[in-house]
């Protein structure tokens, strides 16, 4: 039975994420990519116009999806620090469940053609803008730079887990980031009048 094209599109973008991040975007092939998934290189083709297109859409598809993930969770919420709370659990999840992505992204976004990496750091300011305005209601005598930075620290502070992947079980791991948060944005934000 033939996979159906969505799920061999996301395994192929799943097995491209894993192999950028161990040998990095020029240390993989499209043939070392059609070998991870149980496909010939050239059939990759099917999926992707080229190893460009794919690194292209993976990292596309992920700002897209925490943008969306973090509206969906500061719409539903019932006030700011709920909405904060269910922002701070989406970033750890993500970083727990997907340390290859964020190696990915942190290496080799320069090698997006520059239309599609334009959109994806549209993306990403759309992303922390989610934060901002959220922070920005907790903390109102906060400037926006402020709050930026503090939600930029925060990004720098949990997409270091797959330097750390594994050392901990995923609870304790979120806990200690949870923590390291509180204490790492606290003082940018109480001091930032």
């Known amino acids: 039975m033939r996979t159906p094209t969505r799920n061999r599109r996301v395994e192929i973008l799943e097995a491209a994420?894993?192999?950028?991040a161990a040998r990095g975007y020029h240390g993989v092939s499209i043939e070392d990519i059609g070998g991870a998934v149980g496909v010939s290189?050239?059939?990759l083709y099917r999926h992707f116009s080229g190893k460009?297109?794919?690194l292209?859409?993976?990292?596309?598809?992920?700002s897209t999806r925490l943008r969306e993930a973090a509206v969906a969770v500061v719409t539903a919420a019932?006030?700011?620090?709920?909405?904060?709370e269910a922002l701070l659990d989406t970033q750890i999840t993500f970083a727990l469940e997907q340390p290859a992505l964020i190696t990915?992204?942190?290496r080799e976004l320069g090698n997006v053609p520059e239309p599609q990496r334009r959109q994806i750091r549209r993306l990403q300011r759309l992303y922390v803008e989610e934060w901002v305005t959220?922070?920005?209601e907790l903390h109102p005598g906060c400037p926006p730079p402020r709050?930026?930075?503090a939600t930029h620290a925060a990004f720098g502070l949990l997409n270091s887990t797959p330097h750390s992947a594994g050392e901990l079980p995923p609870e304790a791991m979120r806990e200690v980031l949870r923590a390291r948060w509180r204490a790492r944005a606290s003082p940018l934000l109480v001091n930032g009048s």
């Open 104 to 106: 990915v992204h942190d």
């Open 134 to 136: 959220v922070l920005a």
């Open 78 to 84: 019932q006030d700011p620090a709920q909405a904060l």
């Open 52 to 54: 460009e297109a794919l």
């Open 147 to 149: 709050l930026r930075a």
């Open 56 to 62: 292209a859409e993976m990292l596309t598809d992920v």
């Open 41 to 43: 290189g050239p059939a």
């Open 17 to 20: 994420a894993t192999l950028f």
